[in-house]
């Protein structure tokens, strides 16, 4: 039986990684999670909805990345996790349940390391979107009615917590190139031009795979 596909993107704040994520995910008629993915794990684990909101992708104090992974396998109603701080138990739970989603169905998730929770899952492809600064400064000025100062310093602030996050959970280094199976720039190819190349992407590697 083949693997669902799910297509992971992470993305710099600005880019439209969520616009793509939710076209790319209509366009193929599956779902894409993004806070979607706070509210499931909060039912899964029955840690309460708001400190996953209050933690989300947002950089951690120092504890040792190796301790989180081994409490992992022992589950939530263990004694280490019990001890374990809220922000570790947050990601556990998101890695849990981003693990399920992708073994229930096909679907799209944005951002919150999902690419490397499904690393070695079969069926996941993974997808940075990233632009130009300009371009993304007018996009949230516009959407916050933002000034450009104003815009560019929450650019700067959500890509620094993002990349802490990552950097911090995963092995790998956020908006590395080595790093995703595909990095596109949504500023030379728009919404829409992203998602084209990510399904002509997945139809390549389909092909490679037969």
Not at 3 to 13: E, K
Not at 159 to 176: G, L, P, V
Request: hydrophobic content about 35%.
């Amino acid at each position: 039986m083949a693997a669902n596909t799910v297509i992971t993107i992470g993305r710099q704040y600005g880019s439209g990684g969520r616009e793509i994520g939710m076209k790319l995910a209509q366009d193929l008629g599956i779902k894409c999670y993004d806070k979607e993915l706070l509210d499931r794990a909060a039912k899964d684990s029955g840690i309460c909805q708001e400190l996953f909101e209050h933690h989300d992708e947002k950089p951690t104090s120092s504890f040792l990345y190796s301790l989180v992974m081994d409490t992992y396998s022992f589950g939530y109603s263990s004694a280490a996790f019990a001890d374990m701080p809220i922000n570790h138990k947050v990601f556990l739970a998101q890695f849990d349940t981003i693990k399920k989603l992708a073994q229930e169905e096909s679907c799209v998730m944005v951002g919150r390391c999902a690419d490397y929770a499904l690393s070695d899952f079969e069926g996941a492809f993974s997808v940075f979107v990233h632009g130009d600064m300009d371009k993304r400064i007018r996009r949230i000025a516009d959407k916050y009615n933002l000034s450009d100062a104003a815009a560019k310093d929450k650019i700067h602030k959500t890509d620094k917590q993002r990349a802490s996050y990552y950097n911090y959970y995963t092995s790998k280094k956020w908006a590395d190139a080595d790093s995703y199976d595909l990095c596109l720039n949504s500023s030379v190819l728009g919404i829409d031009g992203c998602v084209e190349m990510i399904k002509k992407m997945l139809e390549i590697k389909k092909r490679v795979i037969k």
